[in-house]
């Protein structure tokens, strides 16, 4: 297995005008206590549409 995605989740937060590193570090300590079927409210675009301000913008 490669790092493609990965890369893809970084690129994509700096797209959408996050810091990668905060960004992968707030998602991975959540991700393990939340739900599988709502996993798509931790990608990027969607973090930034829950709060405008994040801590990592």
């Known amino acids: 297995m ?5 890369f893809s989740l ?3 937060a700096k797209i959408n005008g ?4 905060a960004y992968l570090r ?6 393990t206590d939340h739900p599988i079927n709502r ?6 675009w969607n973090v930034i ?6 801590e990592y913008r």
């Open 2 to 6: 490669n790092g493609s995605p990965a």
């Open 10 to 12: 970084i690129k994509t």
């Open 18 to 21: 996050l810091d990668p590193e």
């Open 26 to 31: 707030d998602i991975l300590t959540r991700i």
């Open 39 to 44: 996993i798509d409210e931790l990608l990027p």
């Open 49 to 54: 549409a829950q709060d405008p301000n994040c």
